[in-house]
């Protein structure tokens, strides 16, 4: 069983950056890939990037390439993504995952484990 805080969410402007966090105080969070998904208000969650246990081999549905980025410190047991030229009609709340298996498909839907969310407002 593994914990997930999310953190990081703010308001940004159209064409602003941000990097969300998402960590763990346990010890197993190390033994989890880790996804990043956004659920926009009236709309299906939505996979954006995945990171393997060992930080090694990232994941990006084609849909998500370019300006996401995801990346690992497991020293510090968390796991971040850059989002780069953040749009409106990215707003959502971002949520983090854990799955022992690292997804290798677009339509990947989570493994158990999620954290609470944190909300992305990006203002035109």
């Known amino acids: 069983q593994v914990q997930l805080v999310e953190s990081g969410g703010s308001l940004v402007q159209a064409g602003g950056s941000l990097r969300l966090s998402c960590s763990s105080s346990?010890?197993?969070?190390?033994?989890?890939?880790i996804s990043w998904f956004r659920q926009a208000p009236g709309k299906e969650r939505t996979f954006i990037a995945a990171?393997?246990?060992?930080?090694?081999?990232?994941y990006y549905p084609d849909s998500m390439k370019g300006r996401f980025t995801i990346s690992r410190d497991s020293a510090k047991n968390t796991v971040f993504l850059q989002i780069a030229n953040l749009r409106p009609e990215e707003t959502a709340v971002y949520y983090c995952?854990?799955?022992?298996?690292?997804?290798?498909?677009?339509?990947?839907?989570?493994?158990?484990?999620w954290g609470q969310g944190t909300q992305v407002t990006v203002s035109s």
């Open positions: 346990g010890r197993s969070f190390i033994r989890y890939a």
């Open positions: 990171i393997d246990a060992s930080g090694e081999s990232t």
């Open positions: 995952n854990a799955d022992p298996q690292v997804p290798i498909t677009g339509d990947y839907l989570g493994g158990n484990y």
